[in-house]
T-cell receptor
Framework: AQSVTQLGSHVSVSEGALVLLRCNYSSSVPPYLFWYVQYPNQGLQLLLKYTSAATLVKGINGFEAEFKKSETSFHLTKPSAHMRDAAEYFCAVRDGSSNTGKLIFGQGTTLQVKP | DAGITQSPRYKITETGRQVTLMCHQTWSHSYMFWYRQDLGHGLRLIYYSAAADITDKGEVPDGYVVSRSKTENFPLTLESATRSQTSVYFC?????????????FGPGTRLTVL
């Protein structure tokens, strides 16, 4: 069965600093992985997705993630944080046990950006 | 370009009452999903639907009922609301069952059961 673990429920960085949000997955099949962002009082928005085409995936708003099979990780990074990046971030893996497109989400990481 | 909408955005109800949360998408996506979001649990799947008249249970279906008579609508009903169903509910849709197909989320409904 697939699962996702996000390490750290809260991450705080200073504006301009590197952002690193950690995600580890467990999957018995080749995984399809996603990062979503949720701004306050809004729904989730796709940041990027890994679909086996390339291990380094670039997304919107300057974010990127690297798929590392040996580490079963898909960490999200951004070189320089902006105040507008403050939000909750969710890592998700597609449920490979069915063809329904169901996603299994991690518990989320709240990113705080300090001025 | 309405996308996916949910109504109401906020709802307060009492224990034992029936509540229906609406979800409407304009993309003619085949798949639709209902999640609840609770602190410490992330998003948990309640029900999903592969097409009109085809629905199936997710991770936490107890106490909920869904229907899908039309492709664009996927209402979620709490037949007899309980305090444990206080949560933020998100509807999502997806074009198909392909592995690359992402889910698009509505803005959410914040439900409080007193």
């Amino acid at each position: 069965a697939q699962s996702v673990t996000q390490l750290g429920s809260h991450v705080s960085v200073s504006e301009g600093a590197l952002v690193l949000l950690r995600c580890n997955y467990s999957s018995s099949v080749p995984p399809y992985l996603f990062w979503y962002v949720q701004y306050p009082n809004q729904g989730l928005q796709l940041l990027l997705k890994y679909t086996s085409a390339a291990t380094l995936v670039k997304g919107i708003n300057g974010f990127e993630a690297e798929f590392k099979k040996s580490e079963t990780s898909f960490h999200l990074t951004k070189p320089s944080a902006h105040m507008r990046d403050a939000a909750e971030y969710f890592c998700a893996v597609r449920d490979g046990s069915s063809n329904t497109g169901k996603l299994i989400f991690g518990q989320g990481t709240t990113l705080q950006v300090k001025p | 370009d309405a996308g996916i909408t949910q109504s109401p955005r906020y709802k307060i109800t009492e224990t034992g009452r029936q509540v229906t949360l609406m979800c409407h998408q304009t993309w003619s996506h085949s798949y639709m999903f209902w999640y609840r979001q609770d602190l410490g649990h992330g998003l948990r799947l309640i029900y999903y639907s592969a097409a009109a008249d085809i629905t199936d249970k997710g991770e936490v279906p107890d106490g909920y009922v869904v229907s899908r008579s039309k492709t664009e609508n996927f209402p979620l009903t709490l037949e007899s609301a309980t305090r444990s169903q206080t949560s933020v509910y998100f509807c999502a849709s997806s074009r198909g069952q392909g592995t690359h197909n992402e889910q698009f989320f509505g803005p959410g409904t914040r439900l409080t059961v007193l």
